[in-house]
């Protein structure tokens, strides 16, 4: 697919729905879960593979975005960029970008 500057109402509806159903789930979960330590460590253990997958769904609709209009800088649609190819490539470990321009200190994320 070629890079694409715009988007579709609908499509920013659809990637915004998709989202709150997961949250909506993820929130229905934890209320049913009990408070034993098993149950505690059972969603403590969930939360990061959760969070790395809404982040993947919130990312991916919009994956073929030109660099021209998101820019180089650090800003919070790179650093969500940047952290979906730290999960998919390189184990989760954030690494330095030869193209966005992070400044840790300035992160939004």
Not at 38 to 50: I, N, Q, R
């Amino acid at each position: 697919m070629l890079g694409r500057k715009t988007y579709a109402k609908e499509e920013i509806a659809h990637a915004k729905s998709t989202i709150a159903a997961q949250l909506k789930a993820y929130r229905a979960l934890v209320k049913v879960v009990g408070s034993s330590p098993a149950d505690k460590k059972a969603v403590a253990a969930f939360e990061p593979l959760f969070f790395a997958n809404l982040l993947l769904a919130l990312d991916r609709p919009f994956v073929h975005r030109i660099r021209a209009v998101t820019g180089k800088d650090g800003n919070p649609l790179n650093e969500v960029e940047l952290l979906c190819e730290c999960l998919m490539d390189h184990d989760g470990v954030l690494t330095k970008s030869t193209v966005i321009k992070l400044v840790p200190d300035q992160s939004v994320v």
